[in-house]
T-cell receptor
Framework: DAKTTQPPSMDCAEGRAANLPCNHS???????VYWYRQIHSQGPQYIIH???NNETNEMASLIITEDRKSSTLILPHATLRDTAVYYC???????????FGKGTRLSVIA | NAGVTQTPKFRVLKTGQSMTLLCAQD?????MYWYRQDPGMGLRLIHY???????AKGEVPDGYNVSRLKKQNFLLGLESAAPSQTSVYFC????????????FGQGTRLTVV
């Protein structure tokens, strides 16, 4: 699975959009990009995933660049409850486990 | 719908003691995983299973054993606990395939003194 690079921390004002970047320059054509988050000490929670097209669900949007070497997770209206560590994971096969890096610690500030 | 349930939630062990952590899922998932998380770190995979009766090693398997005798349960055993195994342990389950999500339990906080 390709390696990902994320900034260690970011701040976002409450009510504003939070844009979390992820670099995966070695991604191959059949690898998916997944995003999970971990609030405080709870178990990680799935957010969204995609292959090459932009994706949106009730939680967030995922924007993948045309060359697929990077992506951005967008939380459109961040709230204090979105304060968490966000993990970007690249995965080539549904038969392989998720491999977590250190993620980005997002702090939403009132 | 309980999802993924881990037992116990907290435990303190003395060095050399043994214990078993239980993970149970009610979603009929084929795959189950055990991770550990140390302070300030991401999750690291210990062992995983792709079906009943099967197990495989992850990134940090030493000092742990696992068993998957029933599809819904995945047990993690520590035969002789060491202080280095002080950590938060997370279990997860998922279906096969790329268009699936993994569901995580709430964790077991283990302290070895």
């Amino acid at each position: 699975d390709a390696k990902t690079t994320q900034p260690p921390s970011m701040d976002c004002a409450e009510g504003r959009a939070a844009n979390l970047p992820c670099n995966h320059s070695t991604i191959s054509g059949n690898e998916y990009v997944y995003w999970y988050r971990q609030i405080h000490s709870q178990g990680p929670q799935y957010i969204i995933h995609g292959l090459k097209n932009n994706e949106t669900n009730e939680m967030a949007s995922l924007i993948i660049t045309e060359d697929r070497k990077s992506s951005t997770l967008i939380l459109p209206h961040a709230t204090l409850r979105d304060t968490a560590v966000y993990y970007c994971i690249v995965r080539v096969s549904g038969n392989t486990p998720l491999v977590f890096g250190k993620g980005t610690r997002l702090s939403v500030i009132a | 719908n309980a999802g993924v349930t881990q037992t116990p939630k907290f435990r303190v062990l003395k060095t050399g003691q043994s214990m078993t952590l239980l993970c149970a899922q009610d979603m009929n998932h084929e795959y189950m995983y055990w991770y550990r998380q140390d302070p300030g770190m991401g999750l690291r995979l210990i062992h995983y299973s792709v079906g009943e009766g099967t197990t495989a090693k992850g990134e940090v398997p030493d000092g742990y054993n696992v068993s998957r005798l029933k599809k819904q349960n995945f047990l993690l055993g520590l035969e002789s606990a060491a202080p280095s195994q002080t950590s938060v342990y997370f279990c997860a389950s998922s279906s096969p395939g790329l268009n699936t999500e993994a569901f995580f339990g709430q964790g077991t906080r283990l302290t070895v003194v």
